[in-house]
């Protein structure tokens, strides 16, 4: 097959154009129109492609399959092509890092640092899969945001001549001349004269190396091949000159990585990795000093612009510059004189020469499917579901996320008989969590139906409604029956159940409105099988109390999901539904099949108009997500969070919605849902808002942290869109 030219098609990708070429093949810049995302696509060259090229590829492809890494390209697609085989990865705009310190110099020694221990993390998720990459250098370090101060990004690539450790030992030499450890010019062989087993020690040797690479922009050993071989075996570790804290640990960081014996070195990636953590800490002096070696006699002194870590209001301040606004000269020129007051402009060396026309694209790096990822590409999607414009039944659409903005898909319309007339979503229920149990999301939307609920996407079939409810329901006349169906892991089993959420509200219709209800509210759970679900059983239940809100989460720790009921204090009978003062929140500790007694912790609060779980702080453990509001006055995002030992329940608020400008009843309480959009792990808060009644909606998602104030922006704007959107038309992975 013939290099293929950009705007060839193939499958369901798109060549857009050549990324590169060198002697093994092509790499375009391709567009999966299955997936809608861009990414890289790797194919060898035809006269190339023979048997030994073609396993190439597929080791390079399983091996990259293998592992689980921030830090480690992500594999989406491996096959063949009339004849040639391809590989297909996420893409990566911002370049690698040879050409990074090539074209803009040395790191700043706190970027170093920072990158280089990336690297680490990255060979050590590597190792632990039983992987030795063979080829770690500069030049297969991809760089996601090479201009941020605080947080540049790496990617660990191109394993082709990566082995694992049930691998056989060619003893040939693999790998680049420059950052070979030294047992591969010695041919070590075992007692029974094999070549010994690659290990862990050869990867962190070559990282040792790269590390004096983007501190002083050159390789440790210079001159030919040969020279540079025997230099690895016998020349001296590259150090730099001086007494202060930061140049002794840095030499010894040195020593230990880039040790001539094996067994002298960082024994495994993680030790290197937290030591170069320690090292970003320390205050570097304002050059650095390389020792006169045999290819250098003379080495000249490196200046350090940055000799330290920003802060993160000095970060900010320092992106801010470097953005591209509308601003006055004069404002320009203020924080412009501010970044230098700081002594931090070396932090800007590594920008320019890798940032293209427009943003630089957001990699995910949560391990594992995101929450709420709909598509498989790591970033948490949104779902809305509203009544057809023609009236006729529910339209579905998926707002698809690549960390920047949200993408509608085509409506899918449900129509089922049983639903009524007038319905506006409330009895359509897209969710999205691992229902099958191996490690991804499915996309299953859940529809009212005569006798419970039908569902189709990744599973299909349908569900009895429970009997306890029926029961109940003919118990309760004249009331009112309402319901939320909603998704978690009740036994930590790793697949996801179904729940349903139900309460009876009050036979008097002004009570009822007011949010009085009687009979106990119940949480019926449809376990997960992997391929559908087993019968509804009652998982917990709880006194009916007035304006009571519920949420399913997993507060604990143990990977089982727990129940949090807001009691709320009664307001005046004119507005019971937003009520403000200090409420009983009620947990109950899920224990798989059921749960404990309840723990009573108080919520001061203002009124409430959206009540979710989710993990914000990414330590692994849900936390509760309330908006409070007033009317007209927008609405903050509290967070609160059970201690470790769920003796206590703190509160506190971490960010606001924009307040519309028309303050309108129906706008200033924006409906919420949560989904982790920009794939860290940590799981956003996602509010649609209006301006005013004419206006349009907008997707305004104020994305989590581990500490201080969510910031938010809009994500994108929703043209086309019902009178009224409430809490149900909003989901992410789960229904609070």
């Known amino acids: 097959m013939t290099t293929l030219h950009p705007g060839a098609v193939f499958g369901h990708y798109r060549l857009d154009r050549i990324l590169g070429e060198g002697g093994m093949g092509v790499v375009y810049d391709a567009f999966d129109t299955k997936l809608e995302r861009r990414v890289a696509l790797k194919m060898v060259h035809a006269h190339l492609a023979d048997r030994q090229f073609i396993d190439m590829f597929i080791r390079e492809g399983q091996t990259l399959a293998q592992i689980r890494s921030p830090h480690i390209i992500a594999i989406y697609d491996i096959g063949e092509h009339q004849g040639s085989p391809f590989i297909v990865t996420q893409f990566i705009k911002g370049g690698d890092v040879t050409g990074l310190v090539r074209s803009s110099g040395p790191l700043a020694p706190h970027l170093a640092c920072l990158v280089n221990a990336q690297v680490a993390e990255a060979l050590h998720d590597a190792h632990q899969a039983g992987i030795i990459h063979q080829d770690v250098k500069p030049s297969n370090v991809l760089v996601r945001n090479p201009a941020s101060p605080l947080d540049p990004f790496v990617l660990l690539c191109d394993f082709g001549i990566a082995t694992s450790s049930s691998d056989s030992p060619a003893g040939g030499i693999t790998g680049t001349w420059n950052y070979l450890a030294p047992e591969y010019i010695r041919d070590e062989r075992d007692a029974q004269g094999r070549p010994i087993t690659p290990e862990p020690s050869r990867d962190i040797y070559a990282a040792g190396c790269m590390l004096w690479f ?260 003919k118990k309760m006349k004249n009331s009112n029956f309402y319901y939320d169906l909603g998704t978690d892991d009740f036994d930590g089993d790793g697949v996801a159940d179904l729940f349903m959420a139900t309460h009876f509200g009050n036979a008097n219709p002004d009570l009822d409105r007011q949010g009085r209800r009687v009979g106990d509210g119940t949480i019926w759970v449809y376990r997960g099988t992997g391929s559908g679900f087993a019968e509804p059983t009652l998982f917990a239940s709880y006194p009916a109390t007035s304006v009571e809100q519920v949420a399913v989460g997993e507060f604990t720790g143990d990977e089982k999901a727990d129940l949090v009921v807001l009691n709320r204090v009664e307001g005046s009978p004119e507005d019971m539904t937003l009520t403000s003062g200090a409420s009983d929140l009620d947990l109950y500790q899920g224990e798989g099949t059921t749960v404990a007694a309840a723990k009573t912790f108080s919520f001061k609060h203002q009124s409430i108009s959206s009540f979710l779980t989710g993990d914000v702080n990414g330590d692994g453990r849900d936390d509760v997500v309330a908006a409070e509001s007033g009317r007209g006055e927008g609405q903050s995002i509290t967070v609160g969070t059970f201690s470790e030992d769920l003796a206590q329940f703190s509160v506190a608020t971490r960010g606001k919605l924009p307040k519309p400008r028309n303050t309108l009843k129906t706008t200033s309480r924006y409906p919420l849902t949560v989904a982790d959009v920009n794939g860290d792990g940590r799981t956003d808060i996602v509010a649609v808002s209006q301006d005013s009644s004419d206006s349009p909606y907008a997707f305004y998602v104020a994305l989590a942290s581990k500490t201080g104030t969510f910031p938010g922006h809009t994500m994108a704007t929703w043209k086309k869109s019902p009178d009224d959107v409430r809490r149900y038309n909003l989901m992410g992975g789960t229904l609070g």
């Open 214 to 473: 983007t501190l002083t922009g050159k390789i440790p050993y210079s001159g030919a091949a040969v020279q540079v071989a025997m230099a690895h075996q016998s020349a001296p570790i590259p150090q730099f000159v001086g007494s202060d804290d930061w140049t002794k640990a840095a030499n010894r960081i040195l020593q230990l990585s880039m040790a001539k014996d094996r067994r002298s070195r960082y024994q495994s990636a993680t030790a290197f990795k937290d030591d170069l953590l320690n090292l970003r800490e320390i205050t570097a002096p304002a050059q650095l000093l390389p020792a006169p070696s045999m290819t250098d006699p003379n080495p000249a002194p490196i200046p350090v612009a940055a000799v330290r870590a920003p802060s993160e209001s000095e970060a900010i301040l320092i992106e801010e510059a470097q953005r591209p606004s509308k601003i006055t000269p004069l404002r320009v020129g203020a924080a412009m004189v501010g970044v230098a007051a700081l002594g931090v402009g070396g932090a800007l060396a590594i920008t320019q020469p890798w940032v293209e026309h427009g943003p630089e694209p957001i990699v995910p790096t949560v391990k594992g499917a995101a929450y709420a990822d709909v598509n498989g590409d790591k970033f948490g999607d949104v779902i809305t579901n509203v009544q057809n414009p023609d009236g006729e039944g529910v339209d579905v659409v998926t707002w698809k996320s690549d960390g920047r903005a949200l993408t509608p898909s085509k409506p899918v319309t449900y129509d089922d008989p049983a639903l009524p007339a007038d319905n506006d979503g409330g009895q359509v229920f897209p969710l999205c969590d691992d229902f099958t149990g191996d490690g991804k999301n499915s996309f299953v939307t859940f529809v009212r139906s005569e006798k419970g609920f039908k569902f189709d996407g990744d599973l299909e079939g349908s569900l009895k409604a429970p009997a306890g409810v029926v029961e109940q329901g």
